[in-house]
T-cell receptor, first 113, second 116 residues
Framework: DAGITQSPRHKVTETGTPVTLRCHQT?????MYWYRQDPGHGLRLIHY???????DKGEVSDGYSVSRSKTEDFLLTLESATSSQTSVYFC????????????FGPGTRLTVT | AQKVTQAQTEISVVEKEDVTLDCVYE???????LFWYKQPPSGELVFLIR??????QNEISGRYSWNFQKSTSSFNFTITASQVVDSAVYFC?????????????FGKGTLLTVNP
């Protein structure tokens, strides 16, 4: 158990509304990541963080923003949700010594109607 | 840019058969790391193995084995005597060294179905 929780686990929202997903870790790891999983695409990196207030974009960052004000929490915000953002969102922490292995949270299933 | 290709989209086998999942990667880095993850029908992502680019020794863990060949840029995964519980989507992934903050590039996954 990597000590990662995600909330909410399921959410249905309407197009145009802002949505925030939360990732919480209990192990004080420096690296945290947000991915989305879609059929036929595998997992794609949205944003990541390498420390408090240190974040950067991934492969599919358009329409998303992140914040990390404390080590244990990494928030992903969809500024104005669109149907194309319907997906399963996974948070991961990087754990290890020199070669960070990523361990994933349980995922959040988001549906934008 | 990094790339991971899992050419097998779906594989179906009968229980007790051996099955190999293929993974081919592309990277310009000399130091990199390769991973396999399992995603069972319940949806969670389970870490299986990490292999460093400088260590080509193959690894065996119970019924699982991994064959890393730098010469062909492949990191294949074999399940011996498959079981129904092995049914899952399996992802191969690649990360570079710390220069890019260990970001993972995933293949699109192989759906393995083991039939009784």
């Amino acid at each position: 158990d990597a000590g990662i929780t995600q909330s909410p686990r399921h959410k249905v929202t309407e197009t145009g509304t802002p949505v925030t997903l939360r990732c919480h870790q209990t192990e004080n790891h420096r690296y945290m990541y947000w991915y989305r999983q879609d059929p036929g695409h595998g997992l794609r990196l949205i944003h990541y963080s390498y420390g408090v207030k240190d974040t950067d974009k991934g492969e599919v960052s358009d329409g998303y923003s992140v914040s990390r004000s404390k080590t244990e929490d990494f928030l992903l915000t969809l500024e104005s949700a669109t149907s194309s953002q319907t997906s399963v969102y996974f948070c991961a922490i990087g754990r290890g010594d020199g070669a960070y292995e990523q361990y994933f949270g349980p995922g959040t299933r988001l549906t934008v109607t | 840019a990094q790339k991971v290709t899992q050419a097998q989209t779906e594989i179906s086998v009968v229980e007790k058969e051996d099955v190999t999942l293929d993974c081919v990667y592309e990277t310009r880095d000399t130091t990199y790391y390769l991973f396999w993850y399992k995603q069972p029908p319940s949806g969670e992502l389970v870490f299986l193995i990490r292999r460093n680019s400088f260590d080509e020794q193959n690894e065996i863990s119970g019924r699982y084995s991994w064959n890393f060949q730098k010469s062909t840029s492949s990191f294949n995964f074999t399940i011996t005597a498959s079981q129904v519980v092995d049914s899952a989507v399996y992802f191969c992934a690649l990360s570079d060294s710390g220069g890019s903050n260990y970001k993972l590039t995933f293949g699109k996954g192989t759906l393995l179905t083991v039939n009784p």
